[in-house]
């Protein structure tokens, strides 16, 4: 508060200035007694509602919602890929995060990206075997079960079978990424599964995946093993090290799921819950609401807001490029940079009249948007909850189908940082920190979010690369606000991620006014040529005991709730 004073800030912070409606203690249920379930295909809505109402409970939905996006999104994620689950298990108020990001295979070396000067070799990291990192998802999968289901892995996981095995119905969004990523898919035989006579199929046309049912079959009865070991294993190491990849059993062997401890921030009386790194989320949006904090940017106009939006996304993500990697690997000061003194000294050098420059910030560029990955949130009738964001990065992940496994494996790999100040296909940059090591995991800026408050709880989370932490951050605003799932999840964007030093923004996300007001106050704008993101998410409000499912209108996915 002192330094906010220093600062000439004259008015300052009424805690209390933001006050959506609120129910009363006395009122608060302890249970929703209503699920929900919301994420970006039908079919995985439908297979979690399935398997909650076959008693299962949020975790075994969330492993059949998981494994069903896998299925009929193999664009965005799946079982050769990775992602973080956020849980909230409400018998003992356990927050954690189950950790089941890709993992740099053994053979992976700091510099295995550069060529013999120094120079990054084109699309290495990006396409083909060379570009992925082991599994996480499958050990992810089977950890949620024996830990937190109640009901067998087999069963949770009987409608992604079912989907491998009798097909899916393509939709516009699977078209248009079969399209974009043609002739990557032609270098393995993804190409026989996803293409028709080489080309996209029509709306309408059934994808069957046998082999890919088989796989999920093997783990589903075997657990861990029946993936990281035995047949599967061998194929995927066959297949990966025939098309040049170098993995062994040892890569296998050698990757465990990780439960860690969620990072948790206050703002304004509503309490956070994010996603730990090796997630760059949590800590970056802790940060930026921490500097936002003492400006009720709740109560003034929309260029000051979106600016202040901005400037504390630009300190955040310079700390992401400089200190956030793999924690298992290097000292991440994720304390420090979440505290709310450490905010005050950032918060020192934002001007209310003017734009930082990002030069200007000590220490340390962009391209592609609009790769791929997936976030869906489940909510059951108790009051658990999940909020899970898996991917395999960018559409198709590196495009690479493994023969007798019939997945495709990632290209997480671009998600280090493959020369320090070399920007990634988000645009991101890094340096020490987020290097490359063997075994080690890759920096993400995937987000899976939960706001507690006295209106109540929402869970959050999208896809978008680096702008998922943004995002993620103006669906936190907007529930402080008082919105609910359905508005958070449409609601207009914009972003910043300290390099470039511009706002990208939805052409609707800022009025002509806001446009001009941002200009004079220095900053430089790019409207996105399209939408971004896909935010699924859940909201629970106390008053009325009110449960909201919200898929993103810029989706295909499905929102919906169980009424028990
Ligand atoms: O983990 C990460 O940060 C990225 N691999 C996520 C990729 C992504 O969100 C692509 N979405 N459009």
């Given at each position: ?128 075997v060379l570009a992925a990192g082991i599994p996480g998802m499958p050990a992810a999968l089977v950890h949620l079960s024996q830990k937190y289901g109640k009901l067998p892995l087999a069963t949770s996981l009987e409608p992604a079978i079912r989907y491998a095995r009798e097909g899916f119905e393509v939709d516009k969004r699977f078209i248009a990424g079969v ?96 996603a730990p790194p090796p997630s760059s989320g949590g800590v970056a949006i802790i940060d930026a609401l921490n500097i936002l904090e003492p400006y009720n940017i709740h109560e003034v106009d929309g260029v000051r807001r979106k600016h202040l939006v901005v400037e504390a996304l630009r300190r955040a993500f310079r700390d992401r490029a400089q200190f956030l ?240």
């Open positions: 508060m002192m330094l906010v004073r220093a600062l000439g800030l004259s008015v300052l912070v009424l805690l209390s200035a933001c006050a959506p409606i609120v129910a009363a203690d006395a009122e608060r249920p302890l249970k929703p007694k209503t699920g929900a379930v919301a994420s970006a295909h039908p079919l995985a809505t439908e297979a979690g509602l399935e398997i909650m109402s076959r008693g299962g409970n949020a975790f075994d939905a969330a492993i059949a919602v998981s494994a069903a996006l896998g299925v009929v999104e193999p664009y965005s994620s799946g079982f050769g890929g990775g992602g973080f689950y956020l849980l909230h298990r409400v018998s003992d108020n356990l927050y954690t995060m189950v950790d089941g990001r890709e993992k740099a295979p053994l053979s992976a070396s700091r510099d295995m990206y550069l060529d013999a000067d120094g120079n990054p070799i084109p699309r290495l990291a990006k396409d083909g399209t974009f990523k043609k002739d990557l898919l032609k270098t393995s035989m993804a190409a026989d599964v996803f293409l028709l006579n080489g080309e996209a199929p029509p709306p309408g046309h059934i994808i069957k995946q046998p082999l890919l049912a088989k796989t999920i079959e093997r783990f589903a009865t075997g657990g861990l093993d029946g993936f990281y070991k035995g047949k599967t294993a061998k194929r995927i190491i066959k297949g990966v090290n025939e098309a040049g990849g170098d993995w062994s059993q040892a890569d296998f062997d050698q990757y465990t799921v990780v439960e860690r401890e969620p990072i948790y921030g206050t703002y304004r009386g509503s309490r956070i819950i994010s990697g793999d924690p298992d690997f290097v000292d991440v000061p994720t304390e420090r940079l979440t505290h709310k003194f450490y905010a005050d000294g950032q918060r020192a050098s934002i001007r209310l009249d003017r734009a930082t420059s990002s030069d200007s910030l000590p220490g340390f560029q962009p391209e592609d948007e609009g790769q791929h990955t997936t976030h869906f949130s489940v909510l059951d009738a108790d009051g658990n909850r999940v909020g899970g964001t898996q991917t395999i990065n960018f559409w198709f992940g590196g495009g690479y189908m493994v023969p007798g496994v019939g997945m495709l494996l990632n290209n997480e790999m671009d998600d280090f940082s493959i020369k320090p100040g070399v920007p990634n296909g988000y645009g991101l940059v890094g340096a020490g920190a987020n290097e490359i090591q063997p075994g080690k995991r890759m920096l993400s800026s995937m987000t899976p979010t939960f706001v507690e408050s006295d209106l109540g709880v929402a869970i959050l989370g999208t896809p978008g690369g680096s702008r998922i932490i943004s995002m993620v951050l103006l669906g936190v605003l907007e529930r402080i606000d008082g919105a609910n799932a359905e508005q958070i999840s449409a609601k207009p964007r914009y972003h910043h991620q300290y390099l470039p030093d511009s706002i990208t923004y939805e052409s609707d996300a800022f009025s002509a006014e806001e446009v001009q007001g941002l200009q004079d106050l220095g900053h430089t704008l790019k409207e996105s040529s399209r939408k971004y993101g896909n935010m699924n998410t859940i909201t629970w409000d106390y008053a009325g005991n009110k449960v909201i499912s919200g898929a993103d209108p810029r989706g295909v996915g499905l929102a919906k709730i169980r009424v028990y």
